[in-house]
């Protein structure tokens, strides 16, 4: 049967004749004909569509807009008459989101806007219309899209602020927009939202019918999406404390569990925005109401979680995560000064609720994991997944303060909360960023759990730590964007004067990803000190040492990351004593992120800012986060030490930085009890660790300086390790000439008294290093013999293009190379494959008909697996290196250049 058929023939009649209309008033005569003809059952959809085309949005439109009405009507009549045949259409989704019915929205706030004005008394049905028609745009994202954009969060705020003429459609329509927008809604327009809460409160506080409990409802919703407004603005206000009063008197009176309900979720909702230590400070017996509400809380939890299925606990999810609320903030309150100041008794009543609240949480993720087979597959965005994610949230907080109890029960069902967060987690990776994250909730209580044997073993026989690296990444990607837009400090940052609201308001606008990365630094911490074997053989925590190699310096400069600095750092140094061998050369990139480390370590005591110079205080960067850095300050301190006796350049380095100069100085120097036993005590344990690694660093150039120059040893011994050390971070300068930039760094190295002879030291310098650096007899042999059996031969380096090119120019490689290219050159290098490809280009090869022969497993032979080459051959500069190897892992080792021959057909003698 076709659609036509469907339709009534009233209804037919009817378009036909509004579609003959020749003028308005033939259209108007029409409209009568239609509330002669048609019934309200007759009409569907189809049918409403039917009409609204034929009479036409250009009729209606111009209805609205018309002031020109007939003598002795009303001002608004064409309006009204209008809105009430718009409002009639206005169940038809189609009808409500096309671009016509937008664009009268600025016609409708206007008057719903005015409805006080004396205009307005006989015309009370026109509003009536417009709050029709704007619910009915509000109940679609196009539409709310359309009104925001309109302006209309402050009009509506306005009319309800004002108690105009159905000012509670108004409250119902910004009801609609909190409840689907979020918490976006209010910015820019935080003022509006502090009216809209003062004069709602203040409603919910006198009202004394059963609307009292519809307001009730209505402000938890705006309070689970209130914008960004400094604590000390709602404080000074009177609506939270009258609310919180109100709720008290309510909670401990005789009301419905309906009504019971409404009023846990609101104080849910304003103890989230307060705080519970905001929330002790009014009322006649705070602690008891306290008491009773977490009380509260956790029965209602117990009542509807035990023995009951996931699907039976949905039906009271909304109360239920009300009171999972109350649980988090009470547990995160247990761990400060004002739950110690409760008596033991009150202590020991609400740990026990606790405890039955969680082990029912327990249960059901237990036995969720059961009914499902150890699958789980629900979407996040499925109530049934986001209430499991709620779940796992309250048990995430429990675990991050409370380890020792009900292990057994948390063991069973930690396979499945791993499970769980790394589902939702690759939808979120995938481009579900609302989704929740349990993950990063879970994250405290993997930190402590991973301090135990039991759950550690099975975290690690879900591959946590794998999943935790990815989840690094992801949000290093997020904390790194945010970053890169942030303006510099000023050096004097730390002095300038800043009000609480701008402290509290810039503390807010720190991405969540810090202390997510923060928290997974920690969980690795525990691990590279718990299981030293699998640190050294799992190739994720390679990848994770190399992440923090790399991302530590640029922390370095920004001072207002430094417990996120102090994290990589430490972390870093726990896993590179398990794989010394890869950087015992010394590489630039660790080179720098030890001298990022250093830094850290450093800069945490001077006394300079002491009051006489004569007690070792923490600096005023670390001061305020001292209780999050006191830890990792000694671990640190500890773990440098332990990498120092396996990485002689780390010992060079630190001598040369002058660290333990002034760190003797200032031990000799300051008062006994001016510093605490345990700091003394690191500082001197570090020492005589640096003592006892110190290499014998005699070099030919310090030689010469105390023999032909007569400098004094440790004049020698300082400058040449000075020299050394701004030599490796800087060996090139743009503005310079080679000769004259290293002419200038020995300037700098020699000091005023002996700078005079800088000119004639980089002469002896620059002989003596290309004495060393030279190609020797084989492997040129090599080289030459490669090339005349007609094999390309190519040679990529990394580094400025000046300094390398020197090198290569000096040595001579120029005549046995058919290719080479220099990353300095390039906007990439090593082990980037796009330069594999280039060099592969220029030699007429393929990749995979190539081979990658390198000493550096790092740069060389994951550039070539990257590229895609045929082969890669590593010679190991060090057996330690060979014996120690285990990622990036090469195709053939071997010991020199010369073992190549058989491999490429060149006979013994061609090579010697």
Not at 283 to 291: A, I, K, M
Request: aromatic share 8%; hydrophobic share 45%.
């Amino acid at each position: 049967m076709s659609s036509k058929e469907k339709v009534p023939e009233s209804v037919l009649r009817c378009v036909a004749a509004l579609k003959a209309a020749k003028s308005d008033n033939d259209r108007f005569a029409s409209l009568f004909v239609v509330t002669k003809l048609i019934k309200a059952e007759e009409c569907d959809k189809n049918c409403l569509k039917l009409l609204y085309e034929a009479i036409g949005f250009d009729f209606l439109n111009r209805l609205l807009r018309s002031n020109d009405v007939p003598q002795d009507c009303p001002p608004f009549i064409y309006k009204s008459i209008a809105l009430s045949i718009v409002s009639c259409f206005c169940s038809v989704p189609e009808i409500v989101e096309s671009q016509s019915i937008m664009s009268i929205i600025p016609v409708l706030l206007d008057i719903v806007s005015t409805s006080d004005t004396e205009d307005m008394e006989d015309n009370l049905m026109l509003i009536s219309d417009c709050y029709t028609c704007l619910q009915a745009i509000a109940g679609l994202e196009a539409g709310r899209k359309a009104l925001l954009a309109k302006g209309c969060l402050a009009k509506l705020t306005e009319i309800y602020v004002e108690e105009m003429f159905r000012h509670d459609e108004a409250l119902q329509l910004l009801v609609c927009l909190a409840s689907n927008q979020g918490k976006h809604l209010w910015d820019g327009q935080q003022e509006a939202f502090k009216r809209l809460m003062n004069r709602l409160a203040n409603d919910f506080n006198s009202e004394t019918t059963d609307r009292k409990f519809e307001l009730c409802k209505m402000l938890a919703v705006f309070l689970a999406n209130s914008p960004l407004i400094p604590m000390t603005e709602i404080v000074n206000q009177d609506w939270p404390q009258h609310t919180l009063l109100t709720l008290e008197s309510l909670l401990c009176s005789r009301i419905g569990t309906s009504q019971r309900d409404s009023s846990l979720q609101l104080i849910a909702r304003l103890l989230e925005l307060m705080g519970l230590a905001w929330g002790l400070k009014y009322g006649p017996n705070p602690r008891q109401f306290l008491l009773l509400l977490v009380n509260l809380a956790c029965v209602e939890i117990r009542m509807k979680l035990e023995d009951r299925s996931l699907e039976q606990a949905l039906e009271s999810a909304d109360i239920l995560v009300a009171c999972y609320s109350i649980v988090e903030l009470f547990v995160t309150f247990m761990t400060s000064q004002g739950f110690l100041d409760f008596d033991s008794k009150q202590r020991e009543q609400a740990y026990c609720a606790l405890k039955g609240a969680v082990g029912a949480i327990l249960s059901l993720l237990h036995q969720t994991d059961e009914s499902c087979c150890h699958e789980w597959t629900i979407p996040a965005n499925d109530r049934r997944g986001q209430f499991i994610c709620a779940s796992i949230r309250i048990v995430g907080s429990w675990l991050s303060e409370e380890t020792s109890s009900m292990k057994e029960e948390v063991c069973s069902v930690l396979p499945f909360i791993i499970t769980v967060c790394s589902r939702i987690y690759e939808e979120r990776k995938a481009g579900a960023s609302d989704m929740p994250d349990p993950l990063r909730f879970m994250l405290p209580a993997f930190c402590h759990l991973a301090a135990e044997d039991a759950p550690r073993k099975i975290m690690l026989s879900q591959k946590l730590p794998h999943l935790l690296y990815d989840y690094l990444l992801y949000q290093w990607g997020i904390f790194s964007k945010w970053l890169a837009l942030q303006p510099a400090l000023a050096a004097d940052w730390l002095h300038v004067e800043t009000t609480p609201e701008e402290e509290e308001m810039a503390e807010a606008n720190r991405p969540e990803s810090e202390s997510a990365i923060i928290l997974v630094c920690g969980v690795f911490m525990n691990l590279a000190v718990l299981e030293p074997e699998l640190v050294a053989t799992d190739p994720v925590f390679a990848q994770l040492l190399k992440f923090c190699i790399t991302n530590l310096p640029p922390l370095v400069h920004r001072q207002d990351f430094v417990v996120l600095l102090g994290n990589v750092a430490v972390l870093g140094l726990l896993l590179l004593r398990h794989h010394t061998w890869k950087y015992a050369q010394g590489d630039s990139a660790v080179f720098r992120y030890i001298q990022g480390t250093v830094s850290f370590l450093w800069d945490a005591h001077n006394s300079e800012e002491s009051c006489d110079s004569l007690s070792l205080v923490i600096s005023l960067r670390y001061k305020k986060d001292w209780p999050d850095l006191a830890e990792l300050w000694f671990l640190g301190m500890q773990g440098l030490s332990n990498v120092m006796n396996k990485m002689s350049w780390i010992v060079e380095f630190i001598i040369d930085s002058g660290w333990p100069h002034e760190m003797m100085k200032s031990l000799s120097r300051i008062i006994a009890g001016a510093i605490d036993a345990n700091t003394r005590t690191a500082y001197e344990d570090f020492l005589c660790c640096l003592l006892r690694a110190q290499p014998d660093k005699v070099k030919p150039v310090k030689s010469h300086l105390r023999k032909k120059w007569r400098l004094p040893e440790d004049e020698a011994h300082k400058s040449c390790e000075i020299f050394l050390r701004q030599f490796r971070l800087n060996p090139d300068h743009s503005e310079l000439e080679l000769d004259a930039w290293r002419t200038l760094l020995w300037v700098s190295a020699l000091g005023v008294d002996y700078q005079h002879l800088a000119g004639e030291v980089y002469a002896l310098w620059k002989t003596l290093r290309y004495t060393y650096l030279t190609l020797d007899g084989p492997a040129a042999n090599l080289l030459s013999a490669l090339r005349k059996h007609n094999y390309h031969i190519g040679l990529i380096t990394n580094g400025p293009s000046r300094s390398q090119w020197e090198k290569i120019v000096q040595i001579g490689a120029e005549e046995f190379f058919d290719s080479i290219l220099v990353s300095g050159d390039l906007s990439f290098e090593k082990p980037q494959p796009e330069i594999f490809h280039l060099a592969c280009q220029q030699l007429n090869v393929q990749p995979a008909k190539s081979c990658m022969i390198g000493d550096k497993l790092e740069t060389d032979i994951l550039g070539g697996k990257l590229a895609g080459m045929a082969a890669t051959f590593w010679i190991p500069l060090s057996s330690s290196e060979r014996a120690s190897c285990v990622d990036e892992m090469p195709d053939f080792t071997i010991e020199s250049l010369e073992d190549l021959a058989p491999i490429f057909g060149i006979e013994p003698q061609e090579i010697r």
